[in-house]
């Protein structure tokens, strides 16, 4: 699956990542929805963002892909899909490419009731290492009768 990647995880993009994602300084939303909308997405017709699990939520105060995901739907005129909610989340840094997947397959579960289905979707992510929580929640997607998956970041790390 293609990634569609705004920058490069260095500085200062990834200080202004860890700023928005982790000492809620919000002012940076508009600057990061605005890198990923330069990427210019194909023809979608909802944007699921990358969903967080409830402790982690709390924890923060709010889910940043989520954020940049509201910015980048009004933009487009499009909405937020969120069917997919994630289970208690351990965190996936310091874990290699195969923990990471194994790690993940199970924290995904579809939440919705909603007869409303949308067959092309871009997921939204704010930092992709492997891609494996992409691939996760794309699988999911699938499940839900999703025909044209896309994902986008605003950074990817290397490995």
Not at 73 to 87: D, E, G, M, S
Request: some cysteine; charged content about 25%; hydrophobic content about 40%.
């Amino acid at each position: 699956m293609d990634i569609q990647v705004a920058c490069h995880y260095d500085y200062p993009i990834d200080r202004i990542i860890q700023k928005f994602k982790y000492e809620q300084q919000l002012h940076f939303q508009n600057l990061l929805a605005s890198t990923l909308l330069e990427l210019r997405p194909p023809k979608i017709q909802a944007i699921v963002p990358m969903p967080i699990s409830n402790e982690r939520l709390v924890e923060r105060g709010y889910n940043q892909s989520l954020v940049l995901a509201k910015i980048m739907a009004k933009a487009l005129n499009i909405p937020v899909w969120q069917p997919v909610t994630r289970l208690q989340q351990h965190s996936q840094k310091g874990l290699n490419r195969l923990e990471r997947i194994e790690n993940i397959e199970q924290q995904f579960q579809i939440n919705t009731t909603s007869k409303l289905r949308y067959r092309r979707v871009l997921i939204l992510d704010d930092v992709v290492t492997t891609g494996s929580s992409i691939y996760a929640l794309k699988q999911k997607l699938e499940e839900l009768d999703c025909q044209k998956i896309y994902a986008a970041c605003v950074a990817s790390a290397e490995i």
